[in-house]
């Protein structure tokens, strides 16, 4: 079984500000991957960013990055510089890379409110 | 391209009828999912699709949940007999193919059971 714990619900921060969105996961696969979603008010869900268990570099898209700690099981994501455009609720998900009954659906926390503050 | 469409957009109805919603994957996308994200919630996995086969249903909360997909394209996913915790928004994503990185969703169904 894999879980995904986001403990911050809601989060405000200064436009140009760098923030940090934390995500802990718990899981038995030796082979994993961790994805970020955004999801404006309009409800769609936006593909950011994927780390593999097994990429030794943190994975980087524009001014999002993963800040990856396998030891520590966590994946949190850093915003930099963020825009009013960044308000939204972010997901952290994950799941097993084997192809195996079970790893091909997404597992996703509760999420994060970010509020870009002008 | 076109990416994936969902309707109805808001569906509105009484406890006890039934409801069915529609997916429409991105083109060539084999892969279909259906999650459902209550108020507050993350998303929680319903079922997947390979094809027009149902290797996953482990999510469906219920046999009152059913849903099936044809022509490799199109998903119907249909709840009988709603109940006031049935309200949710149901979204459908897809992928080019089982086990690809990248899911893509669609807008969602936001249904109500009054």
């Known amino acids: 079984a894999q879980k995904i714990t986001q403990t911050q619900p809601g989060m405000f921060v200064q436009e140009k500000e760098a923030v940090t969105l934390d995500c802990t996961y718990d899981?038995?696969?030796?082979?994993?991957?961790l994805f970020w979603y955004k999801q404006p008010s309009s409800g769609e869900m936006i593909f950011l960013i994927y780390q593999g268990s097994y990429d030794e570099q943190n994975a980087t898209e524009g001014r999002y990055s993963l800040n990856f700690q396998k030891a520590r099981k966590s994946a949190n994501l850093v915003i930099s510089a963020s825009q009013l455009g960044d308000s939204a609720m972010y997901f952290c998900?994950?799941?097993?890379?084997?192809?195996?009954?079970?790893?091909?659906?997404?597992?996703f926390g509760t999420g994060t409110r970010l509020t870009i503050i002008p | 391209g076109a990416g994936v469409s969902q309707s109805p957009s808001n569906k509105v109805t009484e406890k006890g009828k039934d409801v069915e919603l529609r997916c429409d994957p991105i083109?060539?996308?084999?892969?279909l999912y259906w999650y459902r994200q209550s108020l507050g919630q993350g998303l929680e996995f319903l079922i997947y699709?390979?094809?027009?086969?149902?290797?996953?249903k482990s999510g469906l909360p219920s046999d009152r949940f059913s849903a099936e997909r044809t022509g490799g394209s199109v998903s119907t996913l249909t709840i009988q007999r709603t109940q006031q915790e049935d309200s949710a928004v149901y979204l459908c994503?897809?992928?080019?193919?089982?086990?690809?990185?990248?899911?893509?969703f669609g807008p969602g169904t936001r249904l109500t059971v009054t």
């Open positions: 083109s060539g996308h084999t892969a």
């Open positions: 699709f390979q094809g027009n086969s149902a290797p996953d």
């Open positions: 998900a994950m799941r097993g890379l084997i192809s195996n009954f079970g790893n091909e659906k997404l597992t």
């Open positions: 994503a897809s992928s080019l193919k089982s086990f690809s990185y990248e899911q893509y």
């Open positions: 899981t038995s696969d030796q082979s994993y991957g």
